[in-house]
C-alpha cells in the first residue's frame, strides 16, 4: 500500500541521517511512503516492493537492524539491499522469478 506523507518521509530521513529532499520512496512493511513532491512510477513501485519482499523474507525487524548497521558503517549505494533494489528496478518480472535472499548475492564484507 503507497502512503503519501510528507511527515513519514521526513521521520525517517531523520532516522536514516538523509536529507528527507532526496528521498524518493521509502519500504517500511507493508508500506510505501512517498513524498508529496514525488511522482510514483511503476520503477519506483518496483524497487520499493523490492524491499517489502526483503523485509518480509527476514522478519522486518533484522531487515531494519541489518540496514542500519550496513548504511552507517558502508554508506547507502554500498548496502547489498540497496543494491539488489536498483540492480532489479527496471525488470518488472523481477519479483516473480527473485528466490528468497537474493541480496546476500550483492553482499560485500
Do not use: C
Not at 40 to 56: A, D, S
Not at 75 to 92: H, P, Q, V
Request: aromatic share 18%.
Amino acid at each position: 500500500m503507497v502512503v503519501v506523507s510528507d511527515r513519514a518521509i521526513r521521520f525517517f530521513s531523520f532516522i536514516l541521517n538523509a536529507n528527507y529532499k532526496d528521498v524518493m520512496g521509502l519500504a517500511f512493511y507493508p508500506f510505501i511512503f512517498v513524498p508529496s513532491t514525488v511522482k510514483v512510477t511503476p520503477k519506483l513501485l518496483n524497487h520499493e516492493r523490492i524491499h517489502l519482499r526483503q523485509q518480509r523474507e527476514m522478519l522486518v525487524l533484522p531487515f531494519h537492524i541489518w540496514y542500519l548497521i550496513a548504511l552507517y558503517r558502508k554508506g547507502y549505494m554500498n548496502i547489498s539491499f540497496e543494491k539488489e533494489a536498483y540492480a532489479n528496478e527496471d525488470n518488472m518480472e523481477y519479483l516473480k522469478t527473485r528466490k528468497p535472499f537474493q541480496f546476500l548475492k550483492y553482499y560485500e564484507s
